[in-house]
Nanobody
Framework: QVQLVESGGGLVQAGGSLRLACAAS????????LGWFRQPPGKEREFVAA????????AYTDSVKGRFTISRDNGKNTVHLQMNSLKPEDTAVYYC?????????????????WGQGTQVTVSS
């Protein structure tokens, strides 16, 4: 089993920055690919970013390209999401997810492990 714990969420004004962290524990060999997803109020969960084992393969949803950066530290079993130039539409619960293969995927169904989520609220 893999346990994922997110942190770093909070309330920020539009244009501000936040850095989310996700710590993995347990069977960390099953965290070859890591992703961030978010669920805005009243909407379905959606893909934000993902990173492969070596940290070089990444993918982003179009709306965050140039503003968000995903990175991982395998020595500490953590993945980060640096979020800059935040907008009110970025308001959501942000979830960390892991999958045991090396596929950098934007599809929810490919990730068997999920954290509890952290709230990000961007005020206008």
């Amino acid at each position: 089993q893999v346990q994922l714990v997110e942190s770093g969420g909070g309330l920020v004004q539009a244009g501000g920055s936040l850095r989310l962290a996700c710590a993995a524990s347990g069977r960390t060999s099953s965290t070859s690919a890591l992703g961030w997803f978010r669920q805005p109020p009243g909407k379905e969960r959606e893909f934000v970013a993902a990173v492969g084992w070596n940290g070089l393969s990444t993918a982003y949803t179009d709306s965050v390209k140039g503003r968000f950066t995903i990175s991982r530290d395998n020595g500490k079993n953590t993945v980060h999401l640096q979020m800059n130039s935040l907008k009110p539409e970025d308001t959501a619960v942000y979830y960390c997810a892991a999958r045991p293969d090396m596929v950098v995927s934007r599809y929810i169904t490919g990730y068997p492990y999920w954290g509890q989520g952290t709230q990000v609220t961007v005020s206008s």
